[in-house]
């Protein structure tokens, strides 16, 4: 038997075969009960600082003017 056509056959066979069950085991873990809480949590990040905004890292005060690229230069 040829490389390629031992390959194919594989491939064709028992690799989709290996592949669907590791689809179906993702989709399991995504939907299982315990996953609710963090998946809530993630998906409210962009919400975390609605009332004012994030505080600056590096302690300055913020002018409440955005930067243009070309102020960022000077």
């Known amino acids: 038997m ?3 056509t031992f390959l194919r056959e594989m491939a064709d066979s028992w690799v989709l075969l290996a592949l669907f069950v590791f689809l179906i085991g993702v989709f399991v873990w995504v939907l299982r009960p315990g996953a609710t809480k963090q998946y809530q949590d993630t ?3 962009p919400f ?3 009332d004012r905004p994030a505080a600056r890292q590096d302690g300055a005060q913020s002018d409440n003017k955005p930067a243009t690229p070309m102020e ?3």
């Open 2 to 4: 040829e490389t390629y």
């Open 48 to 50: 975390r600082n609605v």
């Open 72 to 74: 960022a230069g000077k």
């Open 43 to 45: 998906a409210s990040i």
